[in-house]
T-cell receptor
Framework: EDQVTQSPEALRLQEGESSSLNCSYT??????LFWYRQDPGKGPEFLFT???AGEEKEKERLKATLTKKESFLHITAPKPEDSATYLC???????????FGTGTRLQVFP | DAGVTQSPTHLIKTRGQHVTLRCSPI?????VSWYQQVLGQGPQFIFQ???????GRGNFPDRFSARQFPNYSSELNVNALLLGDSALYLC?????????????????FGPGTRLTVT
């Protein structure tokens, strides 16, 4: 069964303290992996698509990487405005249905 | 450019009632998907529509139905509301449907409709 697991569930960082979020997945025939950012009460905001193992993408303080079994979202020198829940998702085999993890709730303190 | 829009923003209904949620996709996008998100969980897939045809259905009861119009906007209908239907309902639009092919299309989400059932 297709499954996405994210860890940790919650992460508290001091401003400037770099860290990584993990997304492990089990899906037949991975066609891509998506990262989203979600603020409380809002819809998920698209961040990255990764298509194959070894691929990396960057946006400001965020860098996403992909291996054959997991993806990492690295946050370098985070700021309080990076506080949000970060979700990863993969399309289910042979469909466009996205399978989401439960997310990592990130809090960055000044 | 306008993103995905959803209406209403918030809605309060009583058990047993019916609700209709609306979504307008990004201009040029022809596929709309609906997701349900309960607090503390990731979104759960409900339906996908492409060119007015249903392309996917999640594990939800028949009380949930949807349709897509010629202008690619979409409605999600829920009958006989239960307390457990309280959630954030999200609409996502994409350029097209992969149809299971290797190419995938990014899904862009709207702000959601917060449904509370009392």
């Amino acid at each position: 069964e297709d499954q996405v697991t994210q860890s940790p569930e919650a992460l508290r960082l001091q401003e400037g303290e770099s860290s990584s979020l993990n997304c492990s997945y089990t899906v037949s025939g991975l066609r891509g992996l998506f990262w989203y950012r979600q603020d409380p009460g809002k819809g998920p905001e698209f961040l990255f698509t990764l298509y194959s193992a070894g691929e990396e993408k960057e946006k400001e303080r965020l860098k996403a990487t992909l291996t054959k079994k997991e993806s990492f979202l690295h946050i370098t020198a985070p700021k309080p405005e990076d506080s949000a829940t970060y979700l990863c998702a993969v399309p289910s085999y042979n469909t466009d249905k996205l399978i989401f993890g439960t997310g990592t709730r990130l809090q960055v303190f000044p | 450019d306008a993103g995905v829009t959803q209406s209403p923003t918030h809605l309060i209904k009583t058990r047993g009632q019916h609700v209709t949620l609306r979504c307008s996709p990004i201009s040029g996008h022809k596929s709309v998907s609906w997701y349900q998100q309960v607090l503390g969980q990731g979104p759960q897939f409900i339906f996908q529509y492409y060119e007015k045809e249903e392309r996917g259905r999640g594990n939800f009861p028949d009380r949930f139905s949807a349709r897509q119009f010629p202008n690619y906007s979409s409605e999600l209908n829920v009958n006989a509301l239960l307390l457990g239907d309280s959630a954030l309902y999200l609409c996502a639009s994409s350029l097209a449907s992969s149809g299971g092919a290797s190419q995938i299309y990014e899904q862009y989400f709207g702000p959601g409709t917060r449904l509370t059932v009392t």
